[in-house]
């Protein structure tokens, strides 16, 4: 740490968020309400990338140690809730990746095959959990090929098709094709429609596309200034993550009329158009395989972590015994077979769940909504931590904090209200999306967080069970 060059710069922070947060996925549900989506992103960019990066940011420099978010709420809450953060995390990465997979694989059905494959619930759940099993297999093999996929990835779905939207933006209006979407006339509203309750269910999608900065947050105790770059770094960083979704949304809009826009195949779908009306058709299929590789590496960088990040704190937390089946390594590859074949089959059922669902949009929703439950109860439990560390362990040392006495515990509570609006929020769908079993999917969105919380419970007595017979 003394070896500046070792240290990381304003620059090196920023591309790091820009990575981790940035996905085209999330895109199509927010540009389905036009002119109005500018808003929604900004709001939601307000409410949840400043709480988190700047939270995380002080958190990670008074605990640098392994283990992220459990070891932030273990230090103030205890073992047992940091390890119910961890199983939550955890289990919202394996609903993550079925919902990652149906966006992938619509894509590449959708431009390449057939629309009618794009649609058909069976086909893609069948031909997403295929996928996941073959990522699986490669991973079990180790990292070498991993790595290969995961930097083909990033430019293929990220890079290419991002600077080809745009282009083509462009070249639709110096071309003489009218704006799709209303943005320029008196009558555009840029203003979003409160007063229906299916418009607010879109601030929950929107706040999710910027989760992942707690990972940022982990490098700010290695920065050159922690107190003046890495807020400086979140700041930039902000800037283009939301400039980029904005400007996205707005090229997609162009192309492609925010009314008709599909949630889960919105993208390929304003592409296609575009392309058979330029005569280009060629292009919707390069763009339909990229964004297919795109999903595809951000699933495979994510596939083994969290496996890792649950033997950690299993480990710590003394929940499992050192000769468990779920922690033992592969004998030639030395990786974690076993576990990576029950999130395997865990996802598999994820999966397969798009079948109880009237439409696939209706699936891909339900599967959004179970993730940010999933995902933001850790968040519930971060902001909460850092209250409660902010007034008893003032003494631990932060090479990063919130400036002020009162801003600190102003932006904890922003963000931590802001989770509690987006996950009671969900118990209304966005518009363009026909409502299934009220209970049916009720039970589907929050289920999934409340086996979760079960299974971590049940685990951690168990666990303390054993720890106290054995002593």
């Known amino acids: 740490m003394s070896d500046n060059k070792n240290l990381m710069g304003t620059k090196d922070a920023v591309f790091m968020a820009v990575a981790a947060v940035l996905a085209l996925r999330s895109v199509p549900m927010v540009a389905g309400y036009g002119p109005s989506a500018i808003a929604i992103w900004i709001i939601a960019a307000l409410f949840m990338i400043l709480p988190l990066s700047m939270v995380c940011g002080e958190l990670a420099t008074g605990w640098p140690h392994d283990g992220g978010i459990f070891v932030w709420v273990k230090e103030a809450f205890g073992a047992r809730v940091g390890w119910v953060s961890t199983v939550c995390f955890l289990f919202s990465c394996v609903v993550f990746f079925p919902l990652m997979l149906q966006f992938g694989f619509a894509a590449v059905s959708g431009n390449i095959m057939s629309a009618k494959i794009a649609d058909n619930k069976v086909f893609v759940g069948v031909g997403s959990a295929v996928i996941f099993w073959i990522l699986t297999l490669i991973n079990m093999r180790g990292l070498k090929f991993t790595n290969i996929v995961n930097s083909l990835s990033v430019y293929l779905g990220i890079f290419i098709p991002s600077a080809v939207i745009a282009v083509i933006a462009i070249y639709w209006v110096i071309s003489g094709h009218p704006m799709q979407t209303d943005y320029v006339s008196q009558s555009a509203s840029f203003i979003p429609d409160f007063s229906k309750l299916s418009n607010i269910v879109l601030a929950s ?226 518009d363009g999306i026909a409502p299934g079993n009220f209970w049916l999917d009720k039970a589907q969105i929050f289920g999934g967080a409340i086996v979760a919380i079960i299974f971590a419970l049940v685990l951690y007595s168990r666990g303390q069970k054993r720890n106290h017979a054995e002593v």
């Open 205 to 430: 999608s929107a706040m999710f596309a910027f989760a992942g900065l707690e990972v940022t947050g982990m490098v700010a105790g290695r920065m050159k200034n922690p107190q003046r770059d890495f807020p400086r770094s979140m700041i930039i960083a902000s800037i283009l993550i939301v400039g980029i979704y904005i400007l996205a949304t707005i090229a997609i809009n162009t192309i492609y009329p925010a009314s008709k826009l599909n949630v889960v195949s919105g993208i390929s779908q304003s592409i296609e158009f575009a392309s058979n009306t330029l005569g280009m058709p060629w292009l919707s299929d390069v763009i339909g395989g990229c964004l297919f590789f795109g999903a595809v590496g951000q699933i495979n960088s994510w596939l083994v972590g969290p496996i890792y990040m649950f033997q950690e704190a299993a480990t710590e937390a003394k929940i499992l015994k050192p000769n468990s089946m779920v922690v033992k390594m592969h004998p030639v590859h030395d990786t974690p077979h076993i576990a990576m074949i029950v999130q395997a089959i865990l996802v598999t059922v994820m999966c397969f769940s798009s079948f109880l669902s009237d439409s696939l949009e209706g699936a891909y929703w339900i599967l959004s909504a179970m993730t940010t439950v999933c995902y933001f109860i850790p968040y519930l439990l971060l902001f909460s931590a850092y209250i409660v560390l902010r007034k008893t362990r003032m003494d631990v040392h932060r090479a990063f904090k919130i400036p002020g006495n009162i801003a600190p515990y102003v932006i904890a509570m922003m963000g931590l209200v802001s989770i509690l609006f987006a996950i009671a929020i969900l118990f209304i769908p966005p």
